[in-house]
Structure formats: structure tokens, C-alpha cells
């Protein structure tokens, strides 16, 4: 038996069993054995086969954004929009067959988007190059999730399904629990708060599945067995995740309201080149970056040439992307701008910069 009908095989007995307190420690433990097989399908194979066209490409710009879709609802057309590359588009499903990048040139900053291969249902198995976009897809900073308005929302439901059996979490936070394998002594369990979803008994029995018996595990919110198994797998990743809906001129006003208002989600149509602009915004605020500038002593700052950095960046950060050696010789910084209490602010290596702010370093 083959691990992708195990696979199926316990899908099938989650489906059946009822959901109650009686069953909810053999729930926990087949959900610890799909989550242990997905990884076994995960893992390339031992025999290298013949070598073929290398899929990823090199990571460059500020930050990097992956387009995931199904064949067919305009993530070449939206590329080819936003970028000057040019992603071939037609009406036929599968027209690209790899990935695709373009920057996109936003305040000052080069977002790399990445126009991958549609997905199809089972691409988790790695049917239609699925594992490999997969692959691609978790080294990004956001998803962008192309979706046909014109479809309802199957296409959503069955590519959250796909991402999320290869470990990839969207718009949700790591688990607050703390887990550590240890050489001996038995399993230590503590909660700071009441669990609902977990128990001792159900924590030792995931772990027995995974050959560890001697561990420490403190939950620090109420977490479910899902996200218990995440945190001793450990390959999990977390990101945020934009639901783009498409082809908006084709269904009625009351539906795109309805769309538009879902959490994470914006309409719009490439077609008709219908809020482009929006769109860009929400990404920027989901990628968390920041524009910084730099001023000379006695001279206007330079608002041509901005330092892009992650939203939470410090004065520190800022030195080391200027010049590796500027931190180790920094006296103070001057900065203008909203992170300071008034304008110009003295502050040190550990003062928290924010958009737009403009900065002077002092060397001693």
C-alpha cells in the first residue's frame, strides 16, 4: 500500500468518524498520521531521476510575491498588467507551463511577483507540476490568490485545502505553545490557560505517534490538535495571504459587494483594468514594508532614493543595509517623522523607525 492510499484511506475515515468526546482522541491520532505521511510525500525521492529544467527563480527586489490560481482566471494577464514583462495569456488552460517573474515598481520599492503554473485539484501529489509551484509559492513573502469571481467560492475552498496539506498556513500566526524533545525524565505538560481542543492524555498520544516520549509542551492559548502537530513538525509557514477575485465585470454589483466585503479579499477585473490601484495598496500593507531616507549633514534628504526595510525595522537595521561597518562606528542618529516625539529626535541603535521617516547618522 502506497503512501498516497494511506493517505486517502485515513481522509476517508476522518470523513466518517462523528465528531464528539468519544472520538476525539482516535481524530487526534489520525490526524497526526496524515500529517506524518503528507511529510513522507513531501520529501524527494531517494533515486534522483533524470535532471530537469530548474523551476525556481533567484530572489530579488525588496520582496517577493507568488501568484497561485487555477489554469485559466487571468494570473498572466494580471503579471503582464502590473510589470513590463510580458507572461503569455490566452483563452486555452495551462498556456504557462513555468514560472514567470516581474517586478512590480511600487514607492520606490521592487516587489518581485511570480506568475506560477495553475494548480489543479491533487497538485499536493504532485499531479500537473503541483509540488514544484508549491515549493515556489513558500519561499514568497505573501500569496496572491487568483480566483474567478464567476466560479463562486469552490476555487477558494479547494486551494486553501491544497496549501494546507503541504504546510502552508494562511493569515494565521504561528501556535503559542512551547515544545522541546528531551533525553529523558517523561513528558512534561503544562497550560497557562483552560484547554478546550486538548487534552494530556490526547498531547501524549500525537507524541507517541511521532516516536517521542520525553518531551516538555506548555500551551499558551487554547490551541486545537492541528496546530499542536504543526508545532512538532516544525516546516510550517505562516503567511499572509490576498484573495484576489477576477473577472468582477462578468457577475452582478450585489456579488461583487459581497466578495469585496470577505476579509482579505479585493475585486477586481484585468479585462477591464478595474481597481488596479487598490489592489496595490492592500499588497503593500501586506507585505509590511517601510520607505526610509537619508539625509546628509546640512543638506535636504534625498526623497529620490528610499531605504526599503520590514515594517518593526530599528536604527540598526537601517546601518547595516547602508554599510556593514556603519553600526560599529555609530555615535547617534537624527530622525524626522512620525517615530519620534518631536522633530529632530537624537535617538540610539535601538529606536524603532516608521514609513517615511528620514534619518541622519553621526559617526564618531
Known sequence: ?????????????????????????????????????????????KSAGAKGEGFDVMKSGDARVALIGFPSVGKSTFLSLMTSTASEAASYEFTTLTCIPGVIEYKG??????????????????????????????????????????????????????????????????????????????????????LTHCSEKLVQLILHEYKI??????????STPDEFIDVIVGNRVYMPCLYVYNKVDQISIEEVDRLARRPHSVVISC?????????????????????????????????????????????????????????????????WGTSTKYSPQRVGLTHIMEHEDVIQIVKK
Not at 496539506?165 to 522541546?180: A, C, E, M
Not at 516520549?213 to 487554547?222: K, P, S
Not at 477591464?272 to 492592500?282: H, I, P, Q, T, V
Open 271 to 335: 479585462g477591464m483594468k478595474l481597481n488596479l490601484d487598490y489592489l496595490l495598496e492592500s499588497l503593500w500593507e501586506y507585505l509590511a514594508l517601510i520607505c526610509i531616507y537619508t539625509k546628509k549633514r546640512g543638506e535636504r534628504p534625498d526623497f529620490n532614493d528610499a531605504i526599503i526595510m520590514r515594517r518593526g525595522a530599528s536604527v540598526e537595521h537601517v546601518c547595516h543595509r547602508i554599510h556593514r561597518t556603519l553600526a560599529s562606528q555609530f555615535k547617534y542618529a537624527l530622525v
Open 213 to 222: 516520549f520525553n518531551a516538555e509542551v506548555l500551551f499558551r492559548e487554547d
Open 1 to 45: 500500500m502506497g503512501i498516497l492510499e494511506k493517505i486517502s484511506e485515513i481522509e476517508k475515515e476522518i470523513s466518517r468518524t462523528q465528531k464528539n468526546k468519544a472520538t476525539e482522541y482516535h481524530l487526534g491520532l489520525l490526524k497526526a498520521k496524515l500529517a506524518k505521511y503528507r511529510s513522507q510525500l513531501l520529501e524527494p525521492s
Open 109 to 194: 520599492a521592487n516587489i518581485q511577483l511570480l506568475d506560477l503554473p495553475g494548480i489543479i485539484e491533487g497538485a499536493a501529489q504532485g499531479k500537473g507540476r503541483g509540488r514544484q509551484v508549491i515549493a515556489v509559492a513558500r519561499t514568497a513573502d505573501v500569496v496572491i490568490m487568483m480566483l474567478d469571481a464567476t466560479k463562486g467560492d469552490v476555487q477558494r475552498a479547494l486551494l486553501e485545502k491544497e496549501l494546507e496539506s503541504v504546510g502552508i498556513r494562511l493569515n494565521r500566526t504561528k501556535p503559542n505553545i512551547y515544545f522541546k524533545p528531551k533525553k529523558g525524565g517523561g513528558l512534561s505538560y503544562n497550560s497557562t490557560v483552560p
